[in-house]
Structure formats: C-alpha cells, structure tokens
Nanobody, 118 residues
C-alpha cells in the first residue's frame, strides 16, 4: 500500500495550488485521510483531514483558504489551496489509515514541496 502525492510547486503569494494524493495497493478500506505539512526544524503539523464519511477538520491557519475533498471511488484526496501566503511554504505530506481486514495501520506519502514567494 502506498500514497502518491503530487501538485506542489512554486506560486506567488495570493495564488492557488491543488494537491492530489492517490492510494494504491491492496487493502480493505481507508478511514481518515489527511494532509500535514512540515518546515525544516519544526514539527509536522496538521493542515486538514477528511473521514470516510466526508467530515472535515482544518487547522486554524488554513480555515477559509484551503479545502480538502475526497473521491472514494478513486481512493484519492485533494487539497485546494487558495490565497496562499509565504507562511504556507512547506513540504506537504498526505497520510491515511488503512484497514487490511484485521487491523488498522497508518501510511504516509512521500511529500510534495509547496513554495510561496512574496
């Protein structure tokens, strides 16, 4: 099982980017899927998460600017990021909780770099 994140890049402040994260491999189901971000020297922090039922939660710093969505048929989540700020610059990681039929386990994607210039 793996997660493949994509969509990062360089954008000017005020611009937008859309990240994608697709799950592949053999598994029974996926529960919560999430986006985290990390800046060198700092802890990884939650950006947004979405449950299998579509319930969402956002970090205070991203509310109103970022939108997480999910396509269960494609086992993919998206993060639409608008009104980007230089403070949003980070490596963005997707994560998910997979069920293999007997137990749950977390998986992380490889990360995609988002750079917001002022």
């Amino acid at each position: 099982v793996q997660l493949q994140a994509s969509g990062g890049g360089l954008v000017q402040a005020g611009g937008s980017l859309r990240l994608s994260c697709a799950a592949s491999g053999t598994f029974f189901s996926i529960n919560t899927m999430s986006w985290y971000r990390q800046v060198p020297g700092k802890q990884r922090e939650l950006v947004a998460l979405i449950t299998s039922g579509g319930t969402t939660n956002y970090a205070d710093s991203t509310k109103g600017r970022f939108t997480i969505s999910r396509d269960n048929a494609k086992n993919t989540i998206y993060l639409q990021m608008n009104s980007l700020k230089p403070g949003d610059t980070a490596v963005y990681y997707c994560g998910a909780d997979f069920f293999d039929g007997s137990s749950w386990y977390p998986v992380w994607g490889q990360g995609t770099l988002v750079t917001v210039s002022s």
